[in-house]
């Protein structure tokens, strides 16, 4: 069973840093992707950034230019860099995993695509 838990959540000013971090274990297939999601009060859950199967990042437009997602391969830790935070950035941040082939890209930032779901973590961004 695929297990997912992410850590790092917290408050910040706006114009502050985070970074979320997430555990995985549990992949039986060669292949996998992973994916941050974030959702806040009122709104649908959105992607936020994914890493392809082959490495290749994918980040949604409001995302792009402040965060940086990236794999450390040998733990299967997922991480999201988040600078320059803005008071919209607020909501609960969800890392997602998908056991199998991923081709990375727009369509990748949709959550029905991932199988297993961390519990999130909370990012509060203050004016």
């Known amino acids: 069973q695929v297990q997912v838990e992410e850590s790092g959540g917290g408050s910040v000013p706006a114009g502050g840093s985070l970074t979320l971090s997430c555990s995985t274990s549990?992949?039986?297939?060669?292949?996998?992707?992973l994916g941050w999601f974030r959702q806040a009060p009122g709104k649908d859950r959105e992607g936020v950034a994914m890493?392809?199967?082959?490495?290749?990042?994918t980040y949604a437009d409001s995302a792009k230019g402040r965060f940086t997602i990236s794999l450390d391969s040998a733990t299967n830790t997922l991480s999201l860099q988040m600078d320059s935070l803005k008071p919209e950035d607020t909501a609960a941040c969800y890392c997602?995993?998908?056991?199998?082939?991923?081709?990375?890209?727009?369509?990748?930032?949709?959550?029905?695509?991932?199988?297993?779901w961390g519990q999130g973590t909370q990012v509060t961004v203050s004016a």
């Open positions: 997602a995993a998908n056991q199998g082939y991923c081709s990375g890209g727009f369509l990748w930032l949709s959550a029905p695509r991932y199988n297993f």
């Open positions: 890493v392809a199967s082959d490495g290749t990042p």
């Open positions: 549990g992949f039986t297939f060669t292949y996998y992707c």
